[in-house]
């Protein structure tokens, strides 16, 4: 399957004339064909302004529309495997079965949110019939359904080429909500977004939609901006840098009509061993923890960063730091996604290594094109006094913190900034003191582990994955589950509605067997 190079609006090609720019080869340096033109502003209103006219002409289509949308992505993804793996790697670097595993995520996704659009959950319906005699004033009818928010523009991750990028969380979620979808694809991928872009056309032709439900186009921040701008899309699903997340954040709440952004950030993923854990299996845990520090060269956003070791004693502290650094050495040094991500990693390895009091633990193997796994060591008080220690280095580092106490390591707990995770290593004889810990965990972090380790996001109805500030730009939603749905809907009330009026799922004859709300009760 061949590649253009070009945009995709509303179903057709359209050639960028803002400039081109490759992909390139993070493994090797390669430049890869095509080049890509860069949408222009002319690009970008034509696909806002077709968003727009399919959110009018589908905002009340069937649900089983939506899932039979959702359903053929999938279908359509899976039937050009062939072509996208080969891409995927060559642009990611990522190993092929990495790929095929985050292939099978993405499509996983997609059918599992057809199978909430068909449930219907999500439209949170809610009726409290009139009471006219109601005194000292009556109540009038009201009735409630949530409705899609509008077009959304969706920002393709760097580490997700297929589960976080133009397919994505991001993208199935706004399509299960009714909304159309603009996507920016990310640089560093082009031509798997150009193949995943297609695959979605596509599949909106098979199930009969306007082409307008979903657009992608090509460019750096400055196209990013005029998405985000443009009085047609509504709100934005972004998973990325602080930096970067903060800066769509400021743009969309400077528009002449502010809009939602869930931008889902910086994490470093707190892991606490406690003290009956580490006598108890403390080799078993820094081998894991270990693996999941190095895992896709540490490009994940709950890459466990930081690691409190509870007032362990001397000999069994020493014996899991041996353990750990083993392991770490052991590690392969492995391409990063881009040569930006991979100098920002080395900046930030550099940072730990001047900070006073911090200490290089291990390193894993080193190559040319290639970074390696690194663990450093500190103390609380030395965490605590060095906010520098609490920013996200997105790569395979993590600093092991020796605490004196259960209260020093709470305090540096309650010292950190929001999590996507936090993780409690720990055996039964540690359940009480883990228990003073738990509710500092649950006002930091939107997912609480015991005994595992962070990475590794469940696909399902209960995973949660979102936190505090600045984890997330909105610590009440999540971007992986079902869920996410819910950041792109709005309740509208009807008051007073005669029959004629009502949706379906509204009316008292419920023709559509929706589950509702009456009265207060299911």
């Given at each position: 399957?061949?590649?253009?190079g070009?945009n995709?609006?509303?179903?057709?090609?359209?050639a960028g004339s803002?400039?081109?720019y490759h992909?390139?080869?993070p493994?090797?340096?390669?430049?890869?064909?095509?080049p890509?033109g860069?949408?222009?502003?002319?690009?970008v209103?034509a696909?806002?302004?077709?968003a727009?006219?399919?959110?009018?002409?589908t905002m009340?289509?069937?649900?089983?529309?939506?899932?039979?949308?959702?359903?053929?992505?999938a279908d359509?993804?899976l039937?050009?495997?062939?072509?996208l793996v080969?891409?995927v790697?060559?642009?990611?670097a990522?190993?092929?079965?990495?790929?095929?595993?985050?292939l099978?995520?993405?499509?996983?996704?997609?059918?599992?949110?057809?199978?909430?659009?068909?449930?219907g959950h999500?439209?949170?319906l809610?009726?409290?019939?009139?009471?006219p005699?109601?005194?000292?004033?009556?109540?009038?009818?009201?009735?409630?359904?949530?409705?899609?928010?509008?077009p959304?523009?969706?920002?393709?991750?760097s580490?997700?080429?297929l589960?976080f990028?133009?397919?994505?969380?991001d993208?199935?979620?706004?399509?299960a909500?009714?909304?159309?979808v603009?996507?920016?694809?990310?640089?560093?991928?082009?031509?798997t977004s150009?193949?995943v872009?297609?695959?979605?056309t596509?599949?909106?032709a098979?199930?009969?939609l306007?082409?307008?439900?979903?657009s992608?186009?090509?460019?750096?921040?400055?196209?990013?901006?005029?998405?985000?701008?443009?009085?047609r899309?509504k709100?934005v699903g972004?998973?990325?840098?602080?930096q970067?997340?903060m800066?769509?954040?400021a743009?969309?709440a400077?528009?002449p009509?502010?809009?939602?952004v869930?931008?889902?950030?910086?994490?470093?993923?707190?892991v606490i061993?406690?003290?009956?854990?580490?006598?108890a299996?403390?080799?078993?845990?820094?081998?894991?923890?270990?693996g999941?520090?190095?895992l896709g060269?540490g490009?994940?956003?709950?890459?466990?960063g930081?690691?409190?070791?509870?007032?362990p004693?001397?000999?069994?502290?020493?014996?899991?730091r041996?353990?750990?650094?083993?392991a770490?050495?052991a590690?392969?040094?492995?391409a990063?996604?881009t040569?930006?991500?991979?100098?920002?990693y080395?900046?930030g390895l550099?940072?730990?290594g001047?900070?006073?009091g911090?200490?290089?633990?291990?390193?894993g193997g080193?190559?040319?094109?290639?970074?390696?796994?690194?663990?450093f060591?500190?103390?609380a008080?030395?965490f605590l006094?060095?906010?520098s220690?609490?920013a996200?280095n997105?790569?395979a580092?993590s600093?092991?913190?020796?605490?004196?106490?259960?209260?020093e390591?709470?305090?540096?707990?309650?010292?950190?900034e929001?999590?996507?995770?936090?993780?409690?290593q720990?055996e039964?004889c540690d359940?009480a003191?883990?228990s003073d810990?738990v509710p500092v965990?649950?006002?930091?972090a939107?997912?609480?582990l015991?005994?595992?380790?962070?990475?590794?996001?469940?696909?399902?109805h209960?995973?949660?994955?979102?936190?505090?500030?600045?984890a997330?730009?909105?610590?009440?939603?999540?971007?992986?589950g079902t869920l996410a749905?819910d950041?792109?809907l709005?309740p509208?009330?009807?008051?007073?509605?005669?029959?004629?009026l009502?949706?379906?799922?509204?009316a008292?004859?419920n023709?559509?067997?929706?589950?509702?709300?009456?009265?207060g009760?299911?």
């Open positions: 399957m061949s590649l253009t070009q995709l609006i509303a179903g057709q090609y359209r803002g400039g081109t992909a390139t080869n493994a090797t340096g390669e430049q890869l064909d095509p890509f860069t949408a222009s502003a002319d690009d209103d696909a806002c302004e077709a727009w006219a399919a959110f009018e002409a009340n289509q069937p649900a089983e529309t939506r899932a039979l949308f959702l359903e053929a992505i359509e993804l039937a050009i495997k062939e072509d080969p891409r790697i060559q642009e990611s990522l190993p092929q079965g990495r790929v095929e595993g985050e099978g995520r993405t499509t996983g996704q997609l059918r599992l949110f057809a199978a909430e659009v068909r449930a999500w439209r949170g809610r009726i409290d019939p009139a009471l005699e109601r005194q000292p004033l009556p109540r009038p009818d009201l009735r409630l359904r949530r409705i899609p928010i509008g959304v523009a969706v920002f393709g991750a580490n997700f080429p589960a990028s133009v397919a994505g969380g993208t199935a979620s706004a399509i909500a009714g909304c159309p603009v996507a920016k694809a990310h640089p560093a991928h082009p031509g150009e193949l872009g297609a695959a979605i596509r599949a909106a098979r199930t009969g306007p082409g307008g439900v979903f992608l186009l090509h460019g750096g921040p400055d196209l990013g901006g005029q998405i985000v701008r443009h009085p899309i709100a972004f998973t990325g840098s602080r970067a997340g800066s769509i954040f743009m969309a400077a528009r009509e502010p809009i939602p869930v931008a889902e950030m910086s994490s470093i993923n707190p061993l406690f003290p009956g854990a580490l006598e299996r403390g080799k078993a845990i820094a081998e894991g923890l270990a999941s520090i190095a060269a490009q994940f956003c709950t890459n466990p930081l690691v409190f070791a509870i007032a004693p001397a000999e069994t502290l020493a014996g899991f041996q353990a750990l650094a083993e770490i050495t590690t392969a040094p492995q990063m996604l040569e930006g991500i991979a100098n920002a080395a900046s550099d940072t730990y001047a900070t006073g911090v200490t290089a633990l291990a390193k080193a190559a040319e094109r290639r970074a390696p796994a690194c663990v060591e500190t103390d008080r030395t006094s060095n906010p220690l609490q996200e997105f790569g580092s600093i092991l913190i020796t605490c004196a106490s259960a209260e390591a709470i305090a540096a707990l309650k010292a950190m929001g999590q996507l995770t936090a993780t409690l720990m039964d359940t003191l883990a810990f965990l649950e006002r930091m939107g997912r609480i015991v005994n595992g380790f962070p990475t590794g996001v469940e696909v399902s209960a995973m949660v994955h979102g936190g505090p500030f600045p997330t730009s909105d610590s009440r939603t999540t971007s992986v749905i950041r792109f709005r509208v009330c009807y008051q007073n509605f005669p029959p004629g009502l949706p379906d799922e509204l008292d004859a023709p559509t067997g929706a589950r509702r709300r009456i009265d009760a299911y």
